[in-house]
């Protein structure tokens, strides 16, 4: 089983749309999730940390429960500008401090 | 902000041969580096980890004899490809943590290496 595991989707959503993004992670111990943002061919940009309470950026939520070791994203009012592959990705604690990865969630915004 | 600037952004070498990728911290220390490879539609999958002035510490599966890497400054780390392979083609990315400071990590812009 991975470790971090997202629907590799695609997502096509017209302008406007309302889409979330689901992920779910195996190691209990992780502590720190985010969501990262990948446009085609570049690096992966922080969009966002997630927090046990909940938390909003604009258009942008995130969700994370604990319990069930799951992390959502929801993008309201959709702009096509937003269309790129969303990566879910956890931290565990410890001396490494490394990331994991989901393999990413591609999302397409039609005009 | 936290930038890391990673060079070559895109190389293309010949069978056999070695390539160097730098990426170094600008405004801050970078006490870890990870090297990341990313192939075409999957998602990042760690090489190693390097700590400043220590030996990197490998994932399973990653020949640290041929993915050679050197952090020898809290400003820089290199990654050099040794007799790259075609199915070494790949993207490479690093990213920098300065012990704890930042929330995230900073990424390099990448560096996509095609072996002919």
């Known amino acids: 089983r991975k470790e971090v595991e997202q629907d590799p989707g695609p997502f096509n959503v017209p302008e406007g749309a309302t889409v979330a993004f689901n992920c779910t992670y195996s190691n209990s111990a992780s502590q720190s999730f985010f969501w990262y943002r990948q446009d085609c061919r570049k690096e992966p940009k922080l969009l966002m940390s997630?927090?046990?309470s909940g938390n909003e950026d604009g258009r942008f939520t995130a969700q994370l429960n604990r319990a069930s070791q799951y992390i959502s994203l929801l993008i309201r009012d959709s702009k096509l500008s937003d269309s790129a592959t969303y990566l879910c990705?956890?931290?565990?604690?410890?001396?490494?401090?490394?990331?994991?990865f989901g393999s990413g969630t591609q999302l397409t915004v039609l005009p | 902000g936290a930038v890391v600037s990673q060079h070559p952004s895109r190389v293309i070498c010949k069978s056999g041969t070695s390539v160097k990728i730098e990426c170094r911290s600008l405004d801050f220390q970078a006490t870890t580096m990870f090297w990341y490879r990313q192939f075409p539609k999957q998602s990042l999958m760690l090489m190693a980890t390097?700590?400043?002035?220590?030996?990197?510490?490998?994932e399973q599966g990653v020949e640290k004899d041929k993915f050679l890497i050197n952090h020898a400054s809290l400003t820089l780390s290199t990654l050099t490809v040794t007799s790259a392979h075609p199915e070494d083609s790949s993207f490479y990315i690093c990213s920098a943590s300065d012990g704890g400071k930042l929330d995230g990590y900073t990424f390099g812009s990448g560096t996509r290496l095609t072996v002919v």
């Open positions: 997630v927090y046990s």
């Open positions: 990705v956890v931290r565990t604690s410890g001396s490494a401090r490394q990331l994991t």
């Open positions: 390097s700590n400043e002035g220590s030996k990197a510490t490998y």
